[in-house]
């Protein structure tokens, strides 16, 4: 695969590090690794980073001087969007929406929502249920009769063009085992809108590595998110010269993980970020990468990957945790010196 017949900016901070979770691994009794796409700079970083070295190489070959996006209040796609478009000196609008219903501040202020403004986005709010998709067009067009050049991102970066980010973090993985001959068994990682695990995918099925990816996820039930991943792979492929290459059967989500909702913090979730903080050092999110690892610890607890070695994919999200401080009892820390 060819990845630079495809327009891309060299911002993100990669390769990304593939390390062992020694303590992790000895607590669940298999062998576990961490790639750290919550590493890959642009504003602390995460997995939209990827996608948006090609999605705004495209916005920039398109003459564009303002990119739009949409997602739920705390997105983290929405914020690493707002940074590159910084870094490239163009406007950035952004369309939140409330998927939660939280009227906590921290929620609607703090987190992502401080760094996009922070960044010089201007964003907007949407009640839960709006068409998200639809209200952007029309956003786009009224900016577009206003005179600006409006390369509009969809949620989450997953398109295509973003899905390639992905493919080429197949191949890094990938070249990352060969180098150290560390055979790996599985990958695992959060899925939301699908341009991750479609681009995991269809690069580990391009390349013929035969290493299975399993998507943990955070919203749709399991038929739903497999066709979504499934459909995006397929577009994918055939965009990268290999229409047909990724079966239907290569696509695996498992979506008991999800809890009451997108973005409501699960008890196994809430469990994932302080085994991960505690054991390793390491900051999950509770939207996506501990709802991603509540999946890992529990099948792993099951024997779902006995005598495996796998791999979690950190997608990142750790500033969501600062618009989400009152989900966890964090009382009983405190001492008295
Ligand atoms: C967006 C996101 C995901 C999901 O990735 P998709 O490509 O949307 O499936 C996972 N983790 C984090 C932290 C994210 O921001």
Same mark, same amino acid.
């Given at each position: 695969?060819?990845?630079?017949?495809?327009?891309?900016?060299?911002?993100?901070?990669?390769?990304?590090?593939?390390?062992?979770?020694?303590?992790?691994?000895?607590?669940?009794? !298999?062998?576990?690794?961490?790639?750290?796409?919550?590493?890959?700079?642009?504003?602390?970083?995460?997995?939209?980073?990827?996608?948006?070295?090609?999605?705004?190489?495209?916005?920039?070959?398109?003459?564009?001087?303002?990119?739009?996006?949409?997602?739920?209040?705390?997105?983290?796609?929405?914020?690493?969007?707002?940074?590159?478009?910084?870094?490239?000196?163009?406007?950035?609008?952004?369309?939140?929406?409330?998927?939660?219903?939280?009227?906590?501040?921290?929620?609607?202020?703090?987190?992502? !929502?401080?760094?996009?403004?922070?960044?010089?986005?201007?964003?907007?709010?949407?009640?839960?249920?709006?068409?998200?998709?639809?209200?952007?067009?029309?956003?786009?067009?009224?900016?577009?009769?206003?005179?600006?050049? @409006?390369?509009?991102?969809?949620?989450?970066?997953?398109?295509?063009?973003?899905?390639?980010?992905?493919? *080429?973090?197949?191949?890094?993985?990938?070249?990352?085992?060969?180098?150290?001959?560390?055979?790996?068994?599985?990958?695992?990682?959060?899925?939301?809108?699908?341009?991750?695990?479609?681009?995991? !995918?269809?690069?580990?099925?391009?390349?013929?590595?035969?290493?299975?990816?399993?998507?943990?996820?955070?919203?749709?039930?399991?038929?739903?998110?497999?066709?979504?991943?499934?459909?995006?792979?397929?577009?994918?492929?055939?965009?990268?010269?290999?229409?047909?290459? !990724?079966?239907?059967?290569? @696509?695996?989500?498992?979506?008991?993980?999800?809890?009451?909702?997108?973005?409501?913090?699960?008890?196994?979730?809430?469990?994932?970020?302080?085994?991960?903080?505690?054991?390793?050092?390491?900051?999950?999110?509770?939207?996506?990468?501990?709802?991603?690892?509540?999946?890992?610890?529990?099948?792993?607890?099951?024997?779902?990957?006995?005598?495996?070695?796998? @791999?979690?994919?950190?997608?990142?999200?750790? @500033?969501?945790?600062?618009?989400?401080?009152?989900?966890?009892?964090?009382? *009983?820390?405190?001492? *008295?010196?």
């Amino acid at each position: 695969m060819h990845l630079s017949r495809f327009p891309r900016l060299h911002l993100a901070h990669l390769p990304t590090a593939l390390e062992p979770m020694e303590r992790l691994s000895r607590e669940l009794g !298999v062998e576990l690794w961490i790639k750290r796409d919550d590493c890959t700079g642009m504003s602390t970083g995460g997995n939209k980073t990827r996608k948006l070295e090609f999605l705004m190489a495209e916005a920039l070959e398109q003459g564009a001087d303002m990119v739009m996006t949409q997602g739920a209040t705390q997105t983290n796609h929405g914020r690493q969007t707002a940074a590159f478009a910084a870094r490239l000196g163009l406007k950035c609008h952004l369309l939140l929406e409330d998927r939660t219903g939280y009227n906590n501040p921290n929620y609607n202020q703090n987190g992502n !929502v401080l760094l996009d403004h922070l960044h010089g986005a201007t964003t907007e709010k949407f009640p839960a249920g709006h068409d998200m998709p639809g209200e952007m067009e029309r956003a786009a067009e009224r900016k577009r009769a206003e005179g600006h050049k @409006v390369y509009v991102i969809p949620g989450g970066g997953s398109n295509p063009t973003g899905a390639l980010g992905y493919v *080429n973090c197949a191949m890094e993985l990938v070249g990352q085992a060969n180098d150290r001959n560390l055979k790996i068994d599985r990958v695992v990682h959060a899925t939301g809108s699908s341009g991750t695990q479609a681009g995991l !995918v269809t690069g580990m099925c391009a390349m013929n590595a035969q290493i299975p990816v399993l998507g943990i996820g955070t919203r749709a039930p399991r038929e739903k998110q497999e066709q979504m991943v499934y459909d995006l792979a397929c577009r994918t492929a055939e965009k990268l010269g290999c229409p047909g290459v !990724v079966k239907r059967e290569d @696509v695996v989500a498992n979506t008991d993980y999800v809890g009451e909702g997108y973005g409501l913090p699960t008890k196994a979730g809430i469990e994932a970020i302080r085994m991960f903080a505690e054991l390793e050092g390491i900051l999950l999110d509770p939207v996506y990468s501990a709802k991603g690892a509540s999946g890992l610890i529990d099948l792993t607890r099951k024997g779902a990957f006995k005598g495996e070695r796998v @791999v979690f994919v950190h997608t990142g999200g750790s @500033v969501a945790l600062f618009g989400y401080d009152f989900a966890f009892d964090h009382a *009983n820390r405190w001492v *008295n010196l």
